[in-house]
Nanobody, 117 residues
Framework: QVQLVESGGGLVQAGGSLRLSCAAS????????MGWYRQRPGEQRTLVAS?????????TVYVPDLKERFTIARDAPRKIHLQMNNPLPEDTADYFC?????????WGQGAQVTVFS
């Protein structure tokens, strides 16, 4: 059974930095997509960035408005992080990790990020 474990999150001052990590266990697939979504209070969950790993070939996709400040990267097979630089108060949200293959889609439990000015 595939499981996702998220870490990071918390309080961060605007202009600082914060890292979220996510690791998938229970699978050894080398073809998958992992990504980060966020959900602000009262809003729908939306994509932040995603990473496709195809036998070690990595490709990333970003929401254009966040690309200059956020970076998604692969630390190891099935383990990624989201580096948030210069966060803004409007980045305050619950951040969710997603892992998906052709057969399985799993969401992480969510990590709360609060950016204060």
């Amino acid at each position: 059974q595939v499981q996702l474990v998220e870490s990071g999150g918390g309080l961060v001052q605007a202009g600082g930095s914060l890292r979220l990590s996510c690791a998938a266990s229970g699978t050894d697939t080398d073809q998958y997509v992992m990504g980060w979504y966020r959900q602000r209070p009262g809003e729908q969950r939306t994509l932040v960035a995603s990473l496709t790993d195809d036998w070690g070939e990595v490709a990333t996709v970003y929401v254009p408005d966040l690309k200059e400040r956020f970076t998604i990267a692969r630390d190891a097979p099935r383990k990624i992080h989201l580096q948030m630089n210069n966060p803004l108060p409007e980045d305050t949200a619950d951040y969710f990790c997603l892992f998906t293959t052709g057969h399985t889609t799993i969401w992480g439990q969510g990590a709360q990020v609060t950016v204060f000015s």
